[in-house]
Nanobody, 117 residues
């Protein structure tokens, strides 16, 4: 099972951007579909973006036009950049990975992003 550790969270000014990193260990990400999700306080976890092994990107409506998911298989890392943040984007952001063709998935512990007004 691949292990995932997110980093890059913190306090962000309204209108600013976040850049999150996810470091994987224990397995190579070249066999995985990767993605980012978040949990806003008081709400259910929601998907932000996914990226397949063929670099096909999918973005949830809340992220379209302002988010970019990317990966560096050589470094075994996944990244998320999202712009034009508002207080409604304050959440714990999670990195996750699923082996292609299986239901096996791994999740990180999350990193807190707080957007000030």
């Amino acid at each position: 099972q691949v292990q995932l550790v997110e980093s890059g969270g913190g306090l962000v000014e309204a209108g600013g951007s976040l850049k999150l990193s996810c470091a994987a260990s224990g397995d190579s990400l070249d066999r995985y579909e990767v993605g980012w999700s978040r949990r806003i306080p008081g709400k259910e976890r929601e998907l932000i973006a996914t990226l397949t092994t063929f670099h096909f990107e999918h973005y949830a409506q809340v992220a379209k036009g302002r988010a970019t998911i990317s990966r560096d298989n050589a470094k075994n890392m996944v990244f998320l950049q999202m712009n034009n943040l508002g207080p409604e984007d304050s959440a714990i952001y999670y990195c996750h990975a699923r082996i292609v063709g299986t239901s096996v998935s791994s999740w990180g512990q999350g990193t807190q992003v707080t957007v000030s007004s």
